[in-house]
């Protein structure tokens, strides 16, 4: 037999005295230390040694797997086509689209003339990519004339992109605009100007700017800027019709829209309906009208018309119900393409202005699908993507003077792909409320309910954004080595409704806790596991959860994956100075104010509520320059569990020192990412003796 692995120590940080008082309450925070005094920039030496020693001691742990991590990244690379491309996509005269070519980390965007023509390359990633560490396209908006495209480009994982406008017939860059945008540009219907968002020094996107090609930038309009509401955020957006530019500012529970003729966007701007807390809308327009969803009268919202004359007199179109959630709402010529979920699953139904509907049929009980960008405003068919636990990424066009939805492409797995192998099933488990959470398990045949079977569990929650019950080739390799594979649809999201989501917010924000472990429990009863041959995975708003549920019941684990874990959210909410505290108040509370908020964020707050107890083997990720989870609340929660936990099962920090909230760019790149986890999954949960869980 192998002698076990012997790890050096790990890293133990410096715990330096540091206490404020909120509320009466004294809170110390002795790593506080971590947090550069002049983030965003991250200089402070000792901090970036703590940083490094971390990282050694990650590479000094995962050396023993390094075979077991190349293995399971030849498989996952070995399931991605070389040259994947995407399915061409008309606007106007032109067909667009993009291609990987062989080997490459990054895709080159295409485009030729419908009728006939050759391809022309627009943007080639790989090319603008080259020797740089981190590379990520925000945005490649092609100019109504087609002779020009705004570009947003971020080369260190900040999201403060670099907004460019190139000519496209000679390839070249003929202005940069800004260095902090952020989010989809938008033409003016000449061609002469554009239409964008920038973020502040706090990366909070606060104004909306129209630039006019070959003038100076100080000589840019400010369309609108949020100045009310510390919280609020702007976006920008095109009719679908392309006759209006829409300006929207709110949070994550309020939405306030404006518009101006895409034919003149430095005119003054009109206003659709005042901001009302926890009102939210969203516009479109055809026809001479305004197309509002809207959650003023139902939670889950309602569709109405409007006349832009009277942009807030709204004419109920279809009534919120209890049981159809309506998600999203496009206008075309002769439809309204609605995207809406009934129990839990996706429906997608064309309505025709006269209100006759249909609804696009697919067959498996349990799947994901939405339409997958239709960019013309009268398609003779519309674009689809579909997928399942065991039916890879589908594209369709539907056609509904037929009703026939044609298969353009099937995900094609180079590596061999039989979906006979694997059963999946979609299954409600009883929360400890009585509520019925549904849970999506996919596994190999075969696979024996008989409790000794491991079982790798993910979730978010959070936010209203529901976790698909869609195909992923990465998880195959626990697959094809007996796992099973689950998906918690947990409170938080809004999978069974948009209140589905408010019962995971605010001061119910414990559900979401509670539901991942009762899933958990009730795939135990049911077979799927055993307590401790189960590993986790959540990421940001998911990783808050992953530390929660290791607080509350570490016992249950196997293996724990935080993926730039929001974890450090009492110190983070008490912080208006922080890029996205005055945002998040609407989700988490806002314990400035607050104390009820205070107390409970207090009682939650993985960080703050890491105590002398066993925990699980944990693998924590972050990025350096992340400006939605700082860097230090996966840092201080590492060294604080450091610090407290009282086991020997491993820990592993892992930061990313040139990335972002995303990771590591670069298809392949991500894919190891992937890999690492996977094989620490795999090695933690009731490995061998000689499989070195070692000192942590």
């Known amino acids: 037999m192998d002698k076990p692995v012997r790890l050096p120590s790990p890293p133990a940080a410096e715990q330096r005295p540091f206490s404020y008082e909120r509320h009466g309450v004294t809170i110390e925070d002795p790593w506080h230390w971590l947090r550069d005094p002049i983030y965003p920039e991250v200089e402070d030496e000792r901090v970036l040694a703590y940083l490094r020693a971390e990282n050694d ?7 023993p797997h390094q075979p ?4 399971l990244f030849e498989e996952m690379k070995g399931r991605l086509k070389e040259d994947e491309s995407s399915v061409p996509i008309r606007d106007g005269e032109w067909l667009y689209w993009w291609a990987f070519s062989p080997g490459a980390q990054y895709r080159s965007w295409y485009r030729r003339k419908y009728a006939s023509g050759p391809d022309e390359m627009l943007f080639d990633e790989p090319v603008e990519a080259e ?7 925000g945005a490649l908006e092609v100019s109504p004339d087609g002779k020009l495209a705004a570009i947003l480009v971020d080369d260190n994982g900040s999201e403060r992109f670099e907004l460019r406008i190139r000519d496209l017939a000679t390839g070249a860059d003929i202005e940069t605009v800004t260095e902090v945008g952020i989010d989809q540009p938008v033409w003016s219907s000449d061609s002469d100007g554009i239409v964008f968002t920038e973020v502040n020094e706090n990366w909070r996107s606060y104004r909306a700017r129209y630039h006019r090609l070959g003038r100076p930038v100080n000589e840019d309009v400010t369309l609108y800027e949020e100045s009310e509401e510390l919280g609020f955020s702007v976006g920008i957006g095109l009719s679908q019709d392309r006759s209006l530019i829409f300006i929207a500012t709110g949070d994550n529970a309020t939405s306030e829209v404006r518009f101006v003729a895409a034919t003149d966007p430095a005119a003054p701007l009109t206003l659709i309906a005042p901001r009302q807390t926890n009102r939210e809308y969203s516009v479109d327009a055809a026809h001479g009208k305004l197309w509002i969803l809207t959650n003023d009268d139902h939670v889950n919202f309602r569709l109405a018309e409007a006349d832009p004359a009277a942009p807030g007199d709204w004419r109920t179109i279809i009534a ?30 064309l309505r025709k202005y006269s209100g006759e509907e249909t609804r696009v049929p697919f067959g498996e009980a349990s799947y994901a699908a939405g339409f997958g960008g239709n960019p013309e405003f009268a398609p003779a068919a519309y674009r689809l993507v579909y997928s399942s ?9 539907f056609h509904p003077k037929s009703g026939e939805l044609e298969t353009l492409k099937v995900q094609e797995i180079p590596s061999g792909y039989d979906p006979s192998r694997y059963r999946t099933e ?24 008989d409790g000794e079977g491991k079982l790798f569990l993910y979730a978010y929650g959070a936010y209203g954004m529901a976790i698909p019950p869609s195909f992923g080739t990465s998880r195959i390799s626990l697959l094809d080595r007996g796992w099973a594979y689950a998906i918690a649809h947990i409170r938080g999201g809004d999978d069974l409704g948009y209140d589905w989501f408010l019962q995971g917010k605010l001061e119910q924000r414990t559900n979401t806790f509670n539901d991942f472990v009762d899933v958990a429990k009730g795939l135990i009863k049911q077979g799927f596991g055993r307590a401790g041959n189960i590993a986790i995975q959540g990421g940001s708003a998911g990783g808050e959860l992953m530390g929660a549920v290791a607080n509350s019941n570490p016992e249950l684990w196997g293996a ?25 108040w609407p989700e988490w509370g806002n314990p400035i104010t607050d104390k009820a908020a205070f107390d409970l964020i207090r009682s939650y707050s993985p960080y703050d509520n890491v105590c002398a107890q066993a925990y699980p083997p944990m693998l924590i990720t972050g990025g350096l320059n992340d400006p939605r989870v700082t860097y230090w609340e996966p840092a201080k929660w590492a060294a604080r569990l450091r610090a407290t936990k009282t086991d020997d099962n491993l820990l592993l920090l892992k930061i990313n020192m040139g990335a ?10 991500h894919l190891k990412e992937v890999a690492e986890a996977y094989a620490f999954a795999l090695t933690e949960v009731s490995p061998s003796p000689a499989s070195g869980r070692g000192s942590g």
Do not use: C
């Open 320 to 349: 919120g119900s209890d049981r159809i959630y309506l998600r999203g709402a496009t206008s075309y010529r002769d439809h309204l393409a609605i995207s809406q979920r009934v129990d839990g699953l996706d429906q997608l139904v």
């Open 389 to 397: 636990m065991v039916t890879p990424l589908t594209v369709y066009d």
């Open 57 to 63: 001691y990650f590479e000094a742990a995962m050396a």
């Open 131 to 137: 020797g740089k560490d981190y590379f990520r396209l």
């Open 68 to 71: 077991l991590v190349e293995t």
């Open 426 to 449: 979609r299954l409600m488990v009883p929360a400890r409320d009585g509520q019925q959470v549904p849970v999506s398990v996919v596994y190999p045949r075969g696979f024996a309910k």
């Open 560 to 584: 724990i994956v935080a993926d730039v874990p929001f974890v450090d959210v009492l110190n983070t909410m008490l912080d208006d100075t922080l890029p996205l505290t005055p945002g998040e």
């Open 660 to 669: 972002g909230h995303g990771g590591k760019s670069g298809r392949w790149e």
